[in-house]
């Protein structure tokens, strides 16, 4: 059965340790990401920034978009009322900032979670899985893109953009190689606890968490795999040894 696999570095806490003994993960308000900028673009900024560049019938025909009276604020509230569940593809063994700036300084951990195509196409709890896009004008460039293909059905209009707001980041996130789950609401979400497959616990992690965090996933019926980062033959970099 295929499978996505994605990377959660987290901070130890109650949260976490309860979020692993009930099987489930968070998904997250717009409000609560830590750019302010992340699912909440200027639309009509981009779109005029988009007819300017543009210029004559071009820039004349995507400028008439802004003619949408309150159709942007609306979207706007409605994405922001989505849940999203923010993860990485891979955990790079030279990528030491994601330990640093989600997983408390090497405190932390990092969960492998891997997900079938069942789970992630199903419809009435999933919206879509999306990598994150890194440019400083991907939503202004977008609409230049679309000025070409005018007119497109609404429902084409609405999907595209929502995408494009959904996952849309500044090039310094670069090194985070985002990758995101939509749901229609935030919160927690019940998975199969066999969905997670690996817990690797940062350098500086105590004995003592990683006691908490293995006698929680001895109880399931999957096997979880439980490694230790340890300091790697380069200068900066880690290896991952199983405990």
């Not at 419809?123 to 000025?147: P, R």
């Not at 707001?165 to 090039?171: D, F, I």
Request: glycine share 6%; with cysteine.
């Amino acid at each position: 059965m295929d499978v996505y696999r994605f990377y959660k570095y987290r901070i130890i806490n109650s949260r976490l340790l309860n979020s692993l003994e009930d099987g489930t993960i968070y998904f997250s308000h717009q409000k609560d990401l830590n750019d302010p900028f992340d699912c909440e673009l200027d639309i009509e900024k981009a779109i005029s920034n988009a007819a300017d560049d543009l210029g004559g019938d071009e820039g004349e025909t995507i400028r008439q978009l802004l003619n949408k009276d309150g159709e942007f604020e609306r979207f706007q509230a409605n994405v922001n009322e989505l849940g999203i569940f923010s993860a990485c593809f891979e955990m790079d063994e030279n990528q030491t900032l994601l330990w640093a700036h989600y997983a408390n300084d090497h405190k932390g951990l990092c969960v492998l979670y891997e997900m079938p195509m069942a789970f992630l196409d199903d419809e009435n709890n999933i919206l879509g899985v999306s990598e994150v896009t890194y440019d400083q004008d991907s939503l202004t460039e977008w609409f230049k893109a679309l000025a070409l293909k005018l007119p497109v059905s609404h429902y084409y209009f609405i999907t595209e953009l929502l995408k494009r707001v959904l996952t849309a980041k500044s090039p310094p996130w670069r090194y985070e190689r985002e990758v995101r789950i939509i749901r229609p609401t935030a919160g927690p979400f019940k998975i199969d606890k066999s969905f997670i497959r690996q817990i690797c616990f940062g350098l500086q992690a105590s004995d003592e968490d990683i006691g908490k965090f293995r006698y929680i996933v001895d109880k399931y019926e999957s096997q979880v795999g439980l490694y230790k980062a340890i300091r790697g033959k380069k200068d900066f970099g880690i290896e991952f040894k199983e405990i």
